[in-house]
Every structure is written in structure tokens, then in C-alpha cells.
């Protein structure tokens, strides 16, 4: 973990794990996207912190979080978990049976369906096709439109109707989007991390 002081006068904690970062660093190159590579890092430290096999509340699994729909469409194999009805930020929304034990189903589980999201390579190389989709299309090249699309999916990108000049995830009074914009405000400040940490060398894998 490093402590890293910003232009803005803060300091932000970020972790760095070269075996992962390998994965990050060959599917950049494998890919070729657009999106700096230590964007994608920011993406990775704000989801799991580097970490592996986490599964979300909302059913989202692995170092880049994937949801079931999303990962199936970037083409990894995620078996058809049952779905329960839960509370979810204030909302009731469908999420797979999963989430809602998931220590349990991380060990037992995991050996009886083939879920790709599990797998660090392939979920990494999927995260980042996923990025390279938001970027180049609904987020017109715009890297903060692009978090906030990873985060709050595609659709909160769509014009506010009651405040012209807005995108849905950017009204401060719609609390929906509140984990959104918060997220957006990591991404922003784990990206200049990143930067600077490479800029002093301390980033053993890769090349932005």
C-alpha cells in the first residue's frame, strides 16, 4: 500500500500487487485501448482494492467487479444463479442468490459451477474490454464519463430531463447516483496516484 500526496494537497492510500498488475498490463497491450493504463488501474483500486474474489451485494464478482449480464456479453462462462428480490441502497432490486451468502458461496459454491468471473486473468482482460467499450462509445472518449458509466451503468449517462445540461448520475438531488458521483471522485484521485507513483518509479509492471 502507498500513501501518495496529491496536487491538491490530500494524501490517498493505493494498493499495488505486481502479480495482478501483470494481468492489467497484458490485456492492456493485448487490447491496445485508448484509456491510459493507469486509469484502469483507479478502476481496479476503487472496485476491490486489487483484490480477488470479492462478490458485491448486488451480485457483481472478481477484481473488476462484473455484474452476471455483463461478463456473459464480454464472453466469459457465469452459470444462471436463481435470482432473490433484496434492498439495495433504498431500492428493491433483483440480484443473484449469491450475494446474499456469499463467504459461503465463495468456498463451496465456486467448485460446483464454472464462473470465469473468478478467474483474475479473464475478469481483468473483461473489465477492461468493458472499459474500452464505455470509453469509445456512450462516453464519447471522456475518461470521468467513463467511470461513471463502469459504476452506475451506461444509462446514467442519458440526459437529465429536469435539468437541462445534466446527465442522470450528475443531479446531486437524486440520491440513486450518490455511490456514482462518489465513485467518480475516487476514480479521479486514484488515477493521479497512479500517475505519480509511476512517474517515481514505484510501478515495477508495464509502461503507461
Known sequence: ???VSLKDGTQVEVAYNPDID?????????????VPLNFRRAIIMTETGFGANIVSKAGAVGIMQLMPATARELGLKVPDYPMLTCEIGGRLVKVPAC??????????CKSKFEDERFDAEKNIKAGIMYIK???EGKAKKDLTLTAAAYNGGPSCLSPAKKCPGK???????YKGYTETREYVKKVTKFYEAYEILENEGKLTVGVA
Open 1 to 3: 500500500m502507498y500513501k
Open 22 to 34: 501483470k494481468f492489467v498490463v497484458d490485456a492492456y497491450e493485448e487490447i491496445k485501448p485508448e
Open 99 to 108: 450475494s446474499k451468502c456469499k463467504e459461503e458461496w465463495i468456498k463451496n
Open 133 to 135: 467499450k464505455l470509453y
Open 167 to 173: 446527465m442522470v448520475w450528475e443531479r446531486e438531488e
